[in-house]
């Protein structure tokens, strides 16, 4: 009965560190994440982009599902390739990938 009636000793407060290490360890590895994930995503998706904005008649490129083409016609969404000599293909212009002007086949 004793024990309850005693004041409990008192503890030191934390320092500034201490008492908001574990906040500053989250904006440290928020900080890391953006700097190596999401800022050269960003970066990655603008070129595509630009790319798929910059396509013309003429240009060779590569689709996602591994097409190898030559672009006929552009339109706002969607592209006319062709394949082969008179296969042609309307693909969304979301699909295409790389430009295969610099490769070799």
Do not use: C, H
Not at 4 to 22: K, T, V
Not at 32 to 47: D, Y
Not at 50 to 67: E, M, Q, S, Y
């Amino acid at each position: 009965m004793m024990n309850f009636l005693q004041a409990m000793p008192a503890e030191p407060q934390p320092g500034f560190f201490q008492q908001y290490s574990f906040l500053i360890m989250i904006g440290l590895m928020v900080l890391v994440l953006w700097l190596f994930m999401w800022r050269p995503e960003a970066k990655r998706r603008k070129q595509m982009q630009a790319f798929r904005d910059g396509l013309k008649k003429g240009d060779k490129v590569i689709t996602a599902g591994g097409i190898y083409g030559t672009v006929k016609e552009v339109k706002e969404t969607s592209l006319l390739i062709e394949v082969d000599s008179d296969v042609t293909l309307r693909i969304d212009k979301n699909m295409v990938v790389a430009d295969n002007n610099n490769q070799q086949k």
